[in-house]
Nanobody, 119 residues
Framework: QVQLQESGPGLVNASQTLSLTCTVS??????????WNWIRQPPGKGLEWIGY???????YYSPSFKSRTSMARDTSNNQVSLQLSSVTPEDTAVYYC???????????WGQGTQVTVSS
């Protein structure tokens, strides 16, 4: 059974960098053709896709977040991380880590982690 667990600070000050980690169990983040995504849902709004870390280490970010997003991976610990810089209260959201297989849809989700940006 694949499990994804997000972790990180629940409160971040405005203008600082939000850092989250997704720890994966039951699968390797290097398994061919799987993509590890970060998605968020602000209060009262829909899901927003931030970007992905691919099985081969490539990354791709949504144009909406590209200028202030960075993703990395730790293959030894089977983790994918997200850094979002220069946060504002509009970045307050539940942040999710998900898995998808190249366009076949998200088959596994983490439980999500609430991040609040204080002004």
């Amino acid at each position: 059974q694949v499990q994804l667990q997000e972790s990180g600070p629940g409160l971040v000050n405005a203008s600082q960098t939000l850092s989250l980690t997704c720890t994966v169990s039951g699968d390797s983040i290097t398994t061919d053709y799987y993509y590890w995504n970060w998605i968020r849902q602000p209060p009262g709004k829909g899901l927003e896709w931030i970007g992905y870390m691919a099985y081969n280490g490539n990354t791709y970010y949504s144009p909406s977040f590209k200028s202030r997003t960075s993703m990395a991976r730790d293959t030894s610990n089977n983790q994918v991380s997200l850094q979002l810089s220069s946060v504002t209260p509009e970045d307050t959201a539940v942040y999710y880590c998900t898995r998808d297989r190249g366009g076949w849809g998200y088959d596994y989700w983490g439980q999500g982690t609430q991040v609040t940006v204080s002004s």
